[in-house]
Antibody, heavy 125, light 111 residues
């Protein structure tokens, strides 16, 4: 059974960088069959996709982040990480890591089959 | 404002059938991208319920079913149970925004 676990500070000061790590167990990031993704949920709101990374290091980000996000991978530790710079109170959210599956359909749809428990990050001075 | 529109809440009595709708546009559901559904209990991570419009992952009971038509999709839950009370989210892909998109979520209340 694949499991994902987020870790990182629960409190970040405004203008600083939010850094989170997701540790994957029960499966290898390097298998190449999946993408590895970050999603967040603002308090009481819906879900927002942040971006993904492939084991090779190729990435894609939600344009709404305005280039503040960076996702990296450490295949030797079976981990991937999120850095979000210049944070504001609007970045306060529960951050989830998840495994992203690309369906082998003509449209190339994507869905998340395994999620971490989520970690609350609060941006406050 | 979410790209996919869901009703904020639905309710039903135990044993009944409820349907949760998910309305998109020609750049996501209407463009042929699959719709996927997740269930989220308070304080826990979302769990995949339906993928590829109508497929159930192993372990998801057949009380849950998904369908899609045009620019909309639906999640049907039959034989409603008290522990079905949760938030339900639809998800697809948008080729104009070029991102994975979610609905705003629907809170299911079992009366």
């Amino acid at each position: 059974q694949v499991q994902l676990q987020e870790s990182g500070p629960g409190l970040v000061k405004p203008s600083q960088t939010l850094s989170l790590t997701c540790t994957v167990s029960g499966g290898s990031i390097s298998s190449g069959d999946y993408y590895w993704s970050w999603i967040r949920q603002h308090p009481g709101k819906g879900l927002e996709w942040i971006g993904y990374i492939y084991y090779s290091g190729s990435t894609y980000y939600n344009p709404s982040l305005k280039s503040r996000g960076t996702i990296s991978v450490n295949t030797s530790k079976n981990q991937f990480s999120l850095n979000l710079t210049s944070v504001t109170a609007a970045d306060t959210a529960i951050y989830y890591c998840a495994r992203l599956v690309e369906m082998s359909t003509p449209s190339g749809s994507y869905y998340f089959d395994y999620w971490g428990q989520g970690t609350l990050v609060t941006v406050s001075s | 404002q979410s790209v996919l529109t869901q009703p904020p809440s639905v309710s039903g009595a135990p044993g009944q059938r409820v349907i949760i709708s998910c309305t998109g546009s020609s750049s996501n559901i209407g463009a042929g991208y699959d719709v996927h559904w997740y269930r989220e209990f308070p304080g826990t991570a979302p769990k995949l319920l339906i993928y590829g419009d109508s497929n159930r992952p192993s372990g998801v009971p057949d009380r849950f079913s998904g369908s899609k038509s045009g620019t909309s999709a639906s999640l049907a839950i039959t034989g409603l149970q008290a522990d079905d009370e949760a938030d339900y989210y639809c998800q697809s892909y948008d080729n104009t925004l070029t991102v994975v998109v979610f609905g705003g979520g629907t809170k299911l209340t079992v009366l």
